[in-house]
T-cell receptor, first 111, second 115 residues
Framework: GNSVTQMEGPVTLSEEAFLTINCTYT??????LFWYVQYPGEGLQLLLKATKADDKGSNKGFEATYRKETTSFHLEKGSVQVSDSAVYFCALDTGFQKLVFGTGTRLLVSP | DAGVIQSPRHEVTEMGQEVTLRCKPI?????LFWYRQTMMRGLELLIYFNNNVPIDDSGMPEDRFSAKMPNASFSTLKIQPSEPRDSAVYFC?????????????FGPGTRLTVT
């Protein structure tokens, strides 16, 4: 079946550090891939997306590249800020209008 | 655009009571999703609608849960009778099926506490 696996959190970093949150997926076909972010007390917001192999999604300094050969979609940011503290969800859409979410990774950034 | 609107934002009720959660999707969207989020189980899709028609309710935990979408601008999720294990944050999301890839826009959630 379709599934998403994310690294366990929390990920704790100092401000301006480099961020990587790993995401791998299992799917039939060629899914679209997403990263959503959830700030405390809020709903999920779409952060970035990629629709085909080798596509790079980017937004607000975050990037992720769709790697079909390794079935991965790792989230990266070169320099994190305190305001990036949130829970990050990797997700895939196999085309049936249902998103399959990972379990989420909490990021804590300290000044 | 006001985004997805959910009400109430917080609900505290006693076991056995009926609970109704409400959602107004973004105008023009044709799909609507209800999710439940808990620490133990993460984010679970309960049911989703396309053009007001329920497409997949396989995530609805049991018969105590029901959802309706009488028109394109309103949906409800009802729990009757409620139990303490139903305590969670319930999210509504809407999207526009037919655009690729499908994106979902989440409301702020309703935090339900059943005592």
């Amino acid at each position: 079946g379709n599934s998403v696996t994310q690294m366990e959190g929390p990920v704790t970093l100092s401000e301006e550090a480099f961020l990587t949150i790993n995401c791998t997926y299992t799917a039939t076909g060629y899914p679209s891939l997403f990263w959503y972010v959830q700030y405390p007390g809020e709903g999920l917001q779409l952060l970035l997306k990629a629709t085909k192999a080798d596509d790079k999604g980017s937004n607000k300094g975050f990037e992720a590249t769709y790697r079909k050969e390794t079935t991965s979609f790792h989230l990266e940011k070169g320099s994190v800020q305190v305001s990036d503290s949130a829970v990050y969800f990797c997700a895939l859409d196999t085309g049936f209008q249902k998103l399959v979410f990972g379990t989420g990774t909490r990021l804590l950034v300290s000044p | 655009d006001a985004g997805v609107i959910q009400s109430p934002r917080h609900e505290v009720t006693e076991m056995g009571q009926e609970v109704t959660l409400r959602c107004k999707p973004i105008s023009g969207h044709n799909s609507l999703f209800w999710y439940r989020q808990t620490m133990m189980r993460g984010l679970e899709l309960l049911i989703y609608f396309n053009n007001n028609v329920p497409i997949d309710d396989s995530g609805m935990p049991e018969d105590r849960f029901s959802a309706k979408m009488p028109n394109a601008s309103f949906s409800t999720l009802k729990i009757q009778p409620s139990e303490p294990r139903d305590s969670a944050v319930y999210f509504c999301a809407s999207g526009l099926i037919g655009t690729a890839p499908s994106e979902q826009y989440f409301g702020p959630g309703t935090r339900l506490t059943v005592t």
